[in-house]
């Protein structure tokens, strides 16, 4: 059973921080990707940021680039995304979750990668 630990979440105003960490295991797959997606009600889940288990190399959607930074312990299956000069348009629920490597790349290049498992999700508030 693959089970995630979440925590970061919470409210801040805009300018502001947050660090949301993520602890993920029962997973077995050789080269996966984990990461963050994030939704607000009525519009589709989003991909924020995910991190390559083989080199590290990390992705991020166009509205975080140079404002979010994932990181991860490999070892101990753990992935950060710190979030910095946030906005209000980031407010959303946040998911963490992991899977197959190749899933990922599909999903952010065609939107069509199913991936595999999902955290329980944490809210993230920013307010203006």
């Known amino acids: 059973e693959v089970q995630f630990v979440e925590s970061g979440g919470g409210s801040v105003q805009a300018g502001g921080s947050l660090r949301l960490s993520c602890a993920a295991s029962?997973?077995?797959?050789?080269?996966?990707?984990i990461g963050w997606f994030r939704q607000v009600p009525g519009k589709e889940r989003e991909a924020v940021s995910f991190?390559?288990?083989?080199?590290?190399?990390?992705y991020y959607t166009e509205s975080v680039k140079g404002r979010f930074t994932i990181s991860s312990d490999k070892v101990k299956n753990t992935v950060f995304l710190q979030m910095d000069n946030l906005k209000p348009e980031d407010t959303a629920v946040y998911y963490c979750?992991?899977?197959?490597?190749?899933?990922?790349?599909?999903?952010?290049?065609?939107?069509?990668?199913?991936?595999?498992?999902w955290g329980q999700g944490t809210q993230v508030t920013v307010s203006s």
């Open positions: 979750a992991v899977g197959d490597l190749r899933s990922w790349l599909e999903y952010v290049m065609t939107g069509e990668g199913v991936i595999a498992y």
């Open positions: 991190t390559s288990s083989i080199d590290g190399s990390a």
């Open positions: 029962g997973f077995t797959f050789d080269d996966y990707g």
